[in-house]
């Protein structure tokens, strides 16, 4: 019970990192740059996290499809930061300075620790 409580809990920590992060994308017209509308990011990004929260409930329960969805989720969270502005924040020159940086290194680990977290339940659901 013990491991599903931080999983969860550490997943949604990250939440006041990626909330203003992915304004701050809106902002610089994420859209555009991926080749979408910005309805369409948007509509995309609400899956994402309705997947992201599906993943947490069925953690709570302790169901397989939760820890594999949760593993999931951290991971492309992380990767998509890393790969989309890890170059810049390594730069020391990232958007809107210190805060930007903030929100996407609290994404990343937050996101990074709950992937790992998930990947550790999940291995321990698999155990005879």
Known sequence: MLHRAA???VSLAGLPFILP???E???EGIGPRVGLSTPAVAFLLGGFLALQW???VLVGQDRR???IITIGVG???TAGAVFDHGREIAAGDFRSGAVSRLWVVGLVVSQT???TLAWRGWRR???P
């Open 7 to 9: 999983t969860i809990a």
């Open 65 to 67: 499809a939760g820890w």
């Open 21 to 23: 992060h992915v304004v």
């Open 75 to 77: 991971i492309i969270w």
């Open 125 to 127: 659901g698999r155990r």
């Open 113 to 115: 620790v709950t992937a």
């Open 54 to 56: 599906l993943g947490l």
């Open 25 to 27: 994308d809106f902002g």
